[in-house]
């Protein structure tokens, strides 16, 4: 079993600027692949940006440009650097981790979410 607990969400201003961390514990030598997802009110959760333990990234469009996601392998744990915030940004953020195959990731644990808030 995975267990992931996300921290630094937070209020920011239009423009600001946090940083999201996420740290595994439990079975981690099964993980290759870790994430964040984000879900506003009345959406559904969608893809913020994921990182293979080989270092292979991808972003969604929203945001490329203004976040970027890094992980320490060793000790998986993922941050999620934030950078120009728009309201827009305002969601529950969630950490994910898994494993990476060819051409997929597969997220199997999930983190409980640490909110965002953007204020305009």
């Known amino acids: 079993q995975v267990h992931l607990v996300e921290s630094g969400g937070g209020l920011v201003p239009v423009g600001g600027s946090l940083r999201l961390s996420c740290a595994a514990s439990?079975?981690?030598?099964?993980?290759?692949?870790m994430g964040w997802y984000r879900q506003a009110p009345g959406k559904q959760r969608g893809l913020v940006a994921t990182?293979?333990?080989?270092?292979?990234?991808n972003y969604a469009k929203s945001v490329e440009g203004r976040f970027t996601i890094a992980m320490d392998n060793a000790n998986k744990t993922v941050y999620l650097q934030m950078l120009s915030l728009k309201p827009e940004d305002t969601a529950i953020y969630y950490c994910?981790?898994?494993?990476?195959?060819?051409?997929?990731?597969?997220?199997?644990?999930w983190g409980q979410g640490t909110q965002v808030t953007v204020s305009s």
């Open positions: 994910a981790a898994g494993l990476s195959r060819p051409g997929l990731l597969q997220f199997n644990a």
């Open positions: 439990g079975s981690i030598f099964s993980i290759d692949a």
């Open positions: 990182i293979t333990g080989g270092g292979s990234t």
